[in-house]
């Protein structure tokens, strides 16, 4: 069913949702467009609270990317702002503080330790771990070229990408422009890596263009493929054009998600077997089984 009409009927309205988390009983939505985090009772579709707003000041956010909730806490990542801004889950402000470079993409493991994609236009693309007080622990990972010579479309490729960690803080990363899913374990080794390819991305291909541009140092485009999630059973579902793309916690591929009418798995979440899907700048909410 469509859950937005639940958000209407209790005059919510959305501009543009990109970033979906669901705790207990609540869902959280990061609208981009006013910089806001809405927590809604999932069952009723009702707003409790409103987490922030936009602006330069202190515990205002200028360019949300992505959210985190953890231990009642939410990490959010601020691009233009430069930085992660905590707060918790009743919208009081507990911490903000200055990442390195730019933060995109952000996870928190038990520890409160945050996890945080950080990018620039010329350096490589970098995952930090900083602690709860924003001192930096250690440089995860870094992204390089796998060839000799430093290659400037693979190094472009390289930098988009999202993340997250599974049960064990295995950190899982998909290169979605490269069409590439790979997990590495605590210690930061690579256990392996697997290229996305499947019938509905290969109609895709026959039936559109690739769309990906090249700006100076920047890359754009999907190429089809669009996010992730993990379920309780470390499962990862990708997201992509016309459904998702299920894998095994070893990078084996297990089935195709494809429903009618066909869906883009977008900005969505993995809750008490369903999955709750969100595109179209989040103008469409929609609920669907998960096995």
Known sequence: FDFLEKLIDNNLYIKWINSVEIEGNFLYLLDV??????????????????????????????????????????????????????????????????????????DVDSKNQIWVNETNLEGFPVVNIYNINGQKIKNFIEFRSTKKKENKTEHLLNKKFIFQLDSKENLVVLHYLQRLLKKYNPQGKLLWEKEIKNEILDSFMKNSTEKISYNKNTSSGTRAIFNMDIDAND?????????????????????????????????????????????????????????
């Open 235 to 291: 499962n990862i579902l990708v997201g992509q054009a016309g459904g998702g793309a299920k894998f095994r916690s070893d990078g084996e591929e297990l089935e195709l998600l494809i429903f009618d009418p066909p869906m883009n798995f977008d900005i969505f979440k993995i809750f008490d077997h369903k999955i709750i899907n969100i595109n179209s700048f989040g103008r469409i909410i929609n609920i669907y089984p998960y096995k």
């Open 33 to 106: 467009k006013i910089c806001t985090v809405y927590r809604v009772d999932i069952k009723s579709g009702k707003l409790v609270n409103r987490i922030s707003s936009k602006g330069q000041g202190p515990n205002e956010l200028s360019t949300p990317m992505n959210f985190s909730i953890k231990n009642n806490l939410i990490f959010i990542s601020d691009f233009s702002g430069v930085g992660i801004k905590i707060f918790n889950v009743d919208g009081n402000p507990v911490k903000e503080f200055k990442t390195e470079r730019q933060p995109t993409w952000i």
